[in-house]
């Protein structure tokens, strides 16, 4: 175990936050049965506390003593785990999750995360840790560990270098209920899932269940226009595949994984340089262009 793992655990068991590079996106970390540490992070985030926080631990065994898992959803686990899926399932443990943290709910999301720093604090630490993206609420979320600390370092006791996220996009959330649905696109696609569970319901009322669910969300402070095929005067272009040359593109060779670990960090320095507005290109719609189509039509406010 590395002494920074240590550290940061020590750290979290103190009641403070820490900034936490996962495979996803970086999250802003607090002890999740610590009720003031969960309000000191809304707090840090602006984060509205309707919006309930994912549980992050280290294994499928921390999972079933937080939430009840039945077969469908040990198979999602095993399947995908540890990596960027989240199961939402029915509250086993409330004490190892406080109420504020589900955001009231007789549900708690939880997922193991595969990045090795986070894994390594998870072990250290041994008990739920919620992380939600380390940025002030509906801003993009932060996938460079320079961005994550421009957005919460201030609020954060430690934060963790962990590179680059290689994914880009927050987690795919599922709720396990009645039956299997869909609340949020990411990484673990919709085809991915069906491979497992054999069928997908849409959200519909469960969508309050998953975070990252508003109608604006994901947004640069400069407007963004999807679906263009230019850049209109004073705009920033940000192209896929062949799509415009632009100031930046997603994916030259149209590979949807490289354009999902570009998406945050490109709406970023278009921000940066060009506030007057952002245009972006399509991207395809199929596999993980749904998760990539999900934030940039809430980055556009063009969701609800």
């Not at 040990?74 to 190892?96: H, N, Y």
Request: with cysteine.
């Amino acid at each position: 175990m590395s002494d920074e793992a240590e550290r940061a655990a020590a750290a979290l068991a103190a009641g403070k936050l820490v900034i936490l590079p996962t495979e996803t996106v970086y999250g802003l970390a607090a002890d999740a049965a610590n009720a003031e540490a969960v309000a000191r992070l809304y707090e840090a985030k602006g984060r509205p506390r309707f919006n309930p926080l994912i549980a992050h631990v280290a294994d499928l065994a921390a999972a079933e003593r937080v939430a009840a898992f039945d077969a469908r959803a040990r198979a999602l686990a095993e399947a995908f785990w540890p990596g960027p899926l989240t199961i939402v399932a029915p509250l086993k443990d409330p004490l190892r999750v406080c109420d504020l943290a589900r955001a009231g709910l007789d549900t708690v999301a939880v997922r193991a995360p595969a990045h090795p720093l986070a894994r390594r604090v998870l072990e250290a630490f041994g008990r739920p840790v919620v992380a939600p993206s380390a940025n002030r609420s509906g801003r993009p979320s932060p996938t460079t560990f320079a961005d994550a600390v421009e957005e919460t370092g201030a609020a954060a006791a430690m934060a963790l270098d962990g590179g680059d996220c290689p994914v880009g996009l927050e987690s795919t959330v599922v709720t396990v209920l009645e039956d299997v649905r869909l609340l949020r696109p990411g990484a673990v696609t919709r085809e991915d899932l069906l491979e497992v569970v054999g069928a997908v319901a849409e959200a519909e009322g469960d969508a309050r269940r998953s975070p990252g669910r508003l109608a604006a969300h994901y947004a640069p402070d400069a407007p963004v226009r999807i679906e263009a095929i230019s850049a209109a005067p004073g705009e920033a272009f940000i192209g896929f595949g062949d799509v415009g040359s632009g100031d930046w593109n997603l994916s030259p060779s149209g590979d949807l994984r490289e354009a999902a670990a570009n998406l945050f960090r490109m709406l970023r320095e278009a921000d940066r340089t060009r506030p007057s507005g952002i245009a972006v290109a399509p991207v395809p719609d199929r596999g993980l262009g749904e998760a990539i189509n999900d934030r940039l039509r809430r980055a556009a406010g063009q969701v609800g």
